[in-house]
């Protein structure tokens, strides 16, 4: 399966587990570490450890394994690293102090979720 179809796969998980502010920005063209970045929100310490469990039960559904997990739920951001695929699981409020959405502004964006767009 390609990076692009499993990014995607997560964030359908992810959306149906009411994640909020889904969003997939293709970064293989201002990157050498990752092809995708996923950025989701939770709304509180809990929900951000389910949306983690639930995106890392995915990838291993189709038999990916993460390279690394950094942070946990308390510190309001969990990265997973999977290679050419990078999930983050933010609460808003990390997510509006970081804004990570502007440092890869000028890549594209090929999916919203948890909002009025879906896949």
Do not use: H
């Amino acid at each position: 399966m390609e990076s692009k179809e499993l990014i995607l796969e997560v964030a359908k998980a992810l959306d149906a587990k009411k994640a909020a502010d889904i969003v997939v920005i293709d970064i293989a063209e201002k990157s050498s570490f990752a092809d995708y970045f996923l950025l989701a929100s939770g709304r509180n310490e809990r929900q951000i450890a389910g949306l983690a469990d639930e995106a890392e039960d995915c990838m291993a559904k189709l038999e990916m394994a993460p390279k690394s997990i950094e942070g946990k739920p308390a510190s309001g951001w969990i990265l997973m690293d999977y290679g050419d695929v990078i999930i983050n699981i933010l609460t808003k409020e990390m997510r509006e102090k970081y804004n990570i959405e502007r440092v890869w502004g000028d890549c594209e964006i090929i999916a919203e979720l948890g909002g009025e767009e879906s896949l």
